[in-house]
């Protein structure tokens, strides 16, 4: 059986909907992995069935993260969506415990972060100086500036490179790293572009959107399928459950 790769939603609260971007459904089912939408439940025994059902987690991207979950008051942060933060973070949480493969998008990368203890710049813009610009205008599968990796890191050695350009849609970014993460991409501003776990099998959060510029390259093509890959491997190394 193929990986169950959860994908959580954006929560709309003016039409009281939640929605993805049918990118992320398109690239999990051509990498071989079988997409699981994930509403954000209340109750913590619901989102543990969601853990237990699910052999990857795609922390999909979407609005700011509320900053009293890293113990600030608002600043430069926007719209925030507090049942998917709540959600999100107890999710994430249970998948580190049980070193399930997670792959953060974006906001993801900036909940996968302050979940394990790190925090963010509520607005780059405002708090760094000199930044280049990272909410383009460019269609989404457009790469429009350069990161550099980090040598011998997961996701230099799953790209092949030690540089490539990337899409950029945010102005929140990770601040203090984790503990047990290490940053393993920069802008050339030096923002930090992805971060990946020391203590996990598979875990690794990217600012950019590969989901987006899945069908114009090879890069995004090789994070992704690396992601699946290693569901599978989860998946079957627990043995496989039947549907």
Same mark, same amino acid.
């Given at each position: 059986m193929v990986p169950v790769i959860g994908i959580t939603c954006?929560?709309?609260?003016?039409?009281?909907?939640?929605t993805v971007s049918k990118g992320y459904i398109h690239a999990v089912e051509r990498c071989g992995g079988l997409p699981l939408l994930l509403p954000?439940?209340?109750?913590?025994?619901?989102?543990?069935?969601?853990?237990?059902?699910?052999?990857?987690?795609?922390?999909?991207?979407?609005?700011?993260?509320? $900053?009293? =979950?890293f113990g600030e008051q608002p600043t430069g942060t926007g719209? *925030?969506?507090?049942?998917?933060?709540s959600y999100e973070i107890t999710l994430v949480r249970e998948f580190l415990t049980k070193d399930k493969p997670v792959l953060a998008i974006c906001r993801g990368l900036q909940v996968l972060n302050i979940c394990a203890g790190g925090d963010i710049y509520q607005d780059v813009n405002s708090?760094?100086?000199?930044?280049?610009?990272?909410?383009?205008?460019a269609p989404k599968w457009?790469?429009?500036?350069?990161?550099?990796?980090?040598?011998?890191?997961?996701?230099?050695?799953?790209i092949g490179k030690s540089s490539t350009y990337v899409n950029?849609?945010?102005?929140?970014?990770?601040?203090?790293?984790? $503990?047990? =993460?290490?940053?393993?991409?920069?802008?050339?501003?030096?923002? *930090?572009?992805?971060?990946?776990?020391?203590?996990?099998?598979?875990?690794?959060?990217?600012?950019?959107?590969?989901?987006?510029m899945f069908f114009q390259s090879s890069d995004q093509q090789a994070l992704l399928r690396a992601f699946i890959r290693a569901a599978a491997e989860r998946k079957n190394a627990n043995g496989n459950r039947t549907y």
């Open positions: 954006h929560h709309d609260y003016s039409s009281n909907k939640l954000d439940v209340v109750s913590t025994d619901n989102v543990l069935g969601h853990c237990a059902v699910i052999d990857g987690l795609v922390l999909a991207g979407g609005v700011d993260v509320d $900053p009293k =979950f719209e *925030i969506t507090p049942e998917r933060d708090q760094i100086e000199r930044v280049i610009k990272h909410m383009q205008q457009y790469p429009t500036h350069n990161i550099s990796l980090k040598r011998g890191s997961k996701l230099q050695k799953i950029s849609f945010h102005h929140q970014a990770p601040r203090r790293i984790a $503990p047990g =993460f290490e940053a393993t991409a920069w802008a050339e501003d030096g923002i *930090i572009e992805a971060i990946e776990s020391t203590n996990h099998s598979f875990v690794l959060g990217v600012q950019w959107h590969p989901e987006q």
